[in-house]
């Protein structure tokens, strides 16, 4: 993954979420293994997206990008019901491989930013392959284009729980939205928020601390 010291000299990165089915990522080798014939179960279903222009010697959020994906599979209920996106807004969707030409386009060849960017750079790299965008031996997401804003808060909380929300909730970061369902540019906006904020010189208070 990158270091923050690693963009010093950079003017913008993205941050971006995905939203998914809750069925997990499948490698070539998984892929191989399923019954032929069968319909592969869809990964990505949002995709939100917000870029950090610099500013001074901080940042400042720009443009936003977002769209729902078809993924001509089945939502997990338990995936259902964290992000609210009903069964039906997703039919009624482009594909992944429709949508990639703007993605591409609005991220450029810029870092990016996410929260656990292991779950973007898997989904990532799952859909490439199976819009048939790389071959299944290819990688075009790798590690080293990713900040990670749970590697970083590491190293201004450490022991502390890596999810988002407890993140948010020592930063001070009103999370209010995050409430009743989940929403991939609003988890882009606010891994972005937190990025900011770690980065422009936040004190740890434990006293204000809202999350163990």
Known sequence: MLAVADIAGLDRCVAID????????????EVLKLPK????????IQIGCIELLRDGDSWKTGATWETLV???????????KVHGIHPNAIKAAPRFVEV???????????????HAAWNEIDYLNFEMRR???????ETPFWDDRFLDTQII??????????????L??????????RDQHHGALLDAELTA??????????????IRTLSP
Not at 131 to 137: H, I, M, Q, R
């Open 18 to 29: 995905l939203e998914t089915t809750g069925h997990p990522a499948k490698t070539h080798a």
């Open 37 to 44: 014939g069968l319909r592969l179960p869809g990964c990505v």
């Open 70 to 80: 078809n993924p001509e599979g089945s939502v997990h209920p338990a995936a259902a």
């Open 100 to 114: 990639y030409p703007a993605l591409a386009a609005f991220l450029g060849s810029v870092p990016l930013l996410a």
């Open 131 to 137: 819009a048939k965008l790389v071959g299944w031996d």
């Open 153 to 166: 808060a590491r190293g201004i909380f450490p022991g502390a729980p890596g999810s988002l929300d407890v």
């Open 168 to 177: 948010l909730d020592r930063l001070w970061i009103d999370r209010s939205g």
């Open 193 to 206: 928020e937190a990025f900011i904020k770690m980065t422009n010189g936040f004190v740890q208070d434990e």
